[in-house]
């Protein structure tokens, strides 16, 4: 066997380097967190061009000669003394690696001052030496890089385009800058500014100084405190209808430090899954403050990650302070609408008798009278006329209450001794009622509905409304544990599902019957359908259940509900090209105004699109 040795000092930084020192980014990283440590107000970053010299000047406390030459061994750091204090950790650095680190591949050069000394120190590494001079400089400390990897030409040959790399410094800069907003971070570029906050203390501005979310974005604000575990959720969220391709925009930090988080990440996918579409991913700033005993951030080098000592207590936490931050934004948007709404002269509420159609109404008369209707052209309305200003139209009013025709083999789950054919007449309910102001203006291909408002225009989709009010009546059955509205069939209906489909349906049998299906298993291994939920209209039932089974097949574990809530919900709208009378029209508009969430589709489409009167004139007269 070889004899054992001692590896020198430089050597054994530089392989101590390569777990701290990756690429310039990670300079940039440690640099830029011994200057927040440091209790700086103000941080510049000066990036060169090639992303190989950095340069970071602060005006926090600097460091005396002695510690500014200790600094540059390895684990000397003023962090930490001893092992009681990793549980008690608010500072970001504390393992003393960083300076030696990155001094052991480049050129190093620290100029450092503190109020109490009458002169600075600059302090240099050259040939793995330490050389210390007294210099003048004001309060703070500057940090210089050059030639970064000039002696680890490998890693210096892995490295990306300079554009690249500047990106990965940006990503870990901008954080930082959101993280302590009253710190002033000025990010520079070969001398050009990328980004400077203004250390305002002001999250919500440094968001938009950042453009981490546009300032001329909506946010609802995050702030929720659990006293019993001691524990505070703060930060923004941008709207439903703002959505990325990547998870770069859900950023978390716990007590001060940005980090990879799965807990927030899944609370905030968990929140939004209904409200964007599949594969996008929802944007917002989640800031922890937590008891630093009960997270480690002493299990990665870089210390990117962390682990909670109490991971359920915290997703729950998590997922009530964004649940409730949304629920927020939608009562802020409702309250805006009626305030708006106020201001406005006209006064226009749709008056129908004395009952508002539910969804399966809708959807069956909807289903019925679109077969028997050959144009779309019996209740349109006349544009010329709708273009006063003023309401000159009132829908029609219904010449008899509204009933829909079951199918042939259903029967009442709750009174087996009703007539299969008999009509069902739904209950007596509120008028439908729309916003004051808000007029039908047009219904463009039986598809979309032109609403004038008091702000300006609104288009509305009628398929994605319906299907939005639909998939939130089946969550909130299932949150106050109601019963299923269901029909039983008198005679099953054979499914013809393959082998696999059939593992499917049994694996998941629980969620269908939480929807309202029931299913009759035969010896032989076949499967007919036995009930069905209330709002499905008339349909091919076996398309349905396939459809359903795909799309839970297809949808991770734990949404398996709602992915089968949102299949349902859109195969038993009412579908685009439908036509829809003038009081059907208004009845599905007051189902979907008075849905939570009912800016988009459970999918993440957006159901409506609104044009303002002051775009509306932009339109017309460009700058």
Not at 72 to 94: E, M, P
Not at 104 to 124: A, H, I, L, N, Y
């Amino acid at each position: 066997m070889p004899k054992i040795n001692v590896l020198p000092d430089h050597i054994a930084s530089q392989i101590a380097a390569g777990e701290v020192v990756e690429r310039p980014s990670s300079v940039v990283k440690e640099l830029v967190e011994n200057a927040i440590d440091a209790k700086s107000k103000h941080i510049e970053i000066n990036i060169s061009g090639d992303c190989l010299s950095i340069r970071v000047a602060d005006d926090g406390c600097g460091m005396e000669p002695d510690d500014a030459v200790l600094a540059f061994q390895r684990h000397a750091t003023s962090k930490i003394s001893s092992v009681h204090d990793l549980s008690q950790l608010l500072s970001l650095g504390f393992r003393g690696e960083a300076l030696p680190s990155i001094a052991s591949v480049s050129k190093f050069s620290c100029t450092t001052k503190t109020e109490k000394s009458d002169s600075g120190v600059r302090v240099e590494t050259k040939d793995g030496k330490v050389v210390s001079t007294e210099t003048g400089c004001s309060v703070g400390c500057v940090m210089e890089v050059n030639d970064l990897f000039f002696n680890v030409p490998a890693r210096l040959k892995f490295l990306k385009k300079a554009a690249t790399e500047f990106n990965h410094i940006e990503d870990i800069v901008l954080p930082l800058a959101v993280a302590y907003p009253h710190i002033s971070f000025d990010l520079k570029k070969a001398g050009k500014t990328v980004f400077k906050t203004s250390g305002s203390g002001d999250l919500k501005k440094v968001l938009a100084e950042t453009d981490f979310i546009n300032k001329s974005h909506e946010l609802c604000r995050v702030e929720s405190t659990e006293r019993d575990i001691d524990f505070k959720v703060e930060g923004y969220l941008a709207r439903p209808d703002i959505f990325r391709s990547d998870r770069k925009g859900m950023l978390t930090i716990v007590n001060g430090r940005p980090v990879r988080c799965p807990l927030s990440q899944k609370a905030l996918e968990y929140a939004y899954s209904d409200l964007i579409p599949r594969g996008r991913y929802p944007v917002g700033v989640i800031s922890l403050t937590v008891p630093p005993h009960v997270v480690d951030v002493n299990i990665h080098p870089t210390k990117k990650e962390i682990k909670y000592q109490n991971s359920q207590e915290v997703y729950l936490a998590l997922h009530k302070a964004i649940g409730e931050a949304l629920r927020q934004l939608k009562a802020e948007q409702v309250a805006f609408m009626e305030r708006s709404a106020a201001l406005d002269t006209t006064a226009y509420s749709p008056s129908y008798g004395e009952r508002e159609v539910s969804s399966v109404a809708v959807a069956q008369e909807v289903a019925e009278y679109s077969a028997r209707t050959s144009t779309a052209t019996a209740s349109q309305l006349n544009f010329k006329e709708s273009l006063d200003y003023k309401p000159s139209f009132q829908p029609q009013r219904p010449s008899a209450p509204y009933t829909y025709e079951p199918a042939s083999n259903y029967v009442d789950s709750d009174s087996a001794q009703a007539p299969a054919s008999a009509p069902i007449q739904m209950p007596l309910r509120e008028e439908p009622k729309l916003p004051v102001g808000w007029r039908l203006a047009g219904y463009l291909h039986n598809t979309y509905f032109v609403m004038e408002t008091p702000e300006g225009m609104e288009f509305i989709e009628q398929h994605i409304a319906h299907e939005r009010s639909l998939y939130e009546q089946i969550l909130a059955r299932e949150v106050e544990g109601a019963k299923v509205e269901s029909q039983t069939l008198i005679i099953s209906e054979p499914l013809g599902l393959g082998t696999s489909e059939i593992e499917i349906l049994k694996e998941h049998n629980d969620v269908m019957e939480k929807l309202g299906f029931k299913f009759n298993y035969s010896i032989a291994g076949k499967v007919s359908l036995a009930q069905v939920p209330l709002n499905l209209p008339k349909t091919d039932y076996v398309g349905v259940i396939r459809t359903l089974l795909a799309d839970l097949e297809l949808t991770d574990t734990t949404d398996k509900f709602l992915a089968a809530s949102k299949s349902l919900a859109c195969q038993s709208a009412i579908k685009n090209g439908m036509f829809m009378s003038d009081s059907q029209i208004y009845s599905l508009l007051s189902m979907w105004l008075k849905t939570e969430r009912n800016d988009t589709c459970p999918h993440g489409r957006p159901v409506r699109l609104k044009f303002s009167k002051e775009k509306l004139f932009e339109m017309f007269h460009p700058m």
